[in-house]
Every structure is written in C-alpha cells, then in structure tokens.
C-alpha cells in the first residue's frame, strides 16, 4: 500500500494571526449576579404567586444595580434601595443560609430592596463584584 499523502489545506481565505487587529476592550466596572446558590424550595421565600410585574420591577433592578461598583451599592442610602447587612440574630433564619461551607465562603450576607416595599428584598452575598443571590424574599419573611 503507497504511502498516504498529506492532505492540502485552503488557506486562501484565511487571515494570518497577524492581520488579526487586537481591539481593547474595557470591562465593566458593575457588579454581576450569580444564582449559583440560588433556593427556590425554601417555603418562607416563595415567589411563584407572583405576577409578571414583580418579576420586571426585579429585572429591572439587578439591570440598574449592575452598572454600579460594590462600595457605591453597600454604601448608598437610599430608602429605595436599603441595601444593608443581614444580621442573623434577628432574623427567623439564626443560622444563616444553610449553604455548604457558608462559614468560609459567605463574608457577610447582604439584602436590598427590590423597590419601596412593594416587591419585597433580595438577600445574598458578595464574593468581589459577583453578588450570589440566594433568596428573594417578596413577603418580607426574614425579618418578621
């Protein structure tokens, strides 16, 4: 059997890596959303009554709260937001999320609203500019 002959390639369309021009691109500044750790399960942080409303009035928030850094969202006192600590001492949850290993991974937990007490709050967590959603809360049931 005669040896095989390598196959041609068609390069005549082809860019050379060196005619690929570099374009800078700058990162966003914001913050993102993860739902990672995201309970959808936990009974007192049910949201499935909800109608398409509550859902926009949350979209729309995470989409305005993207376009701002970590210090400017914790540090903001705005009462339309009232982004704050969770102080679990004074919540009906004393044990924190229950997520695995929370004790190493979740710095402090955090909430804000979602609008003027209308659609309820959003309880998470940071790690950097990502904020890990892990209950919305339309009835405000952590703090009772």
Not at 21 to 28: H, Q, T
Not at 79 to 93: A, G, N, P, Y
Not at 101 to 107: M, P, R
Request: net charge neutral.
């Amino acid at each position: 059997m005669p040896p095989k002959k390598p196959k041609k390639t068609d390069t005549r369309n082809r860019a050379s890596t060196s005619d690929i021009k570099r374009i800078a691109v700058e990162i966003p500044q914001g913050i993102s959303f993860s739902f990672r750790d995201f309970e959808n399960d936990n009974q007192k942080f049910l949201f499935n009554d909800k109608d398409f409303r509550y859902f926009e009035c949350l979209l729309l928030r995470l989409r305005d709260l993207s376009k701002l850094t970590v210090p400017e969202i914790i540090n903001n006192r705005s009462k339309s937001l009232r982004c704050h600590l969770i102080r679990w001492v004074d919540t009906t949850e004393p044990n924190g999320f229950g997520i695995p290993n929370e004790e190493e991974i979740v710095g402090s937990a955090y909430q804000f609203q979602i609008s003027s007490n209308e659609h309820g709050r959003v309880h998470g967590f940071f790690i950097e500019n990502v904020f890990y959603i892990v209950w919305l809360d339309p009835n405000h049931n952590l703090y009772q």
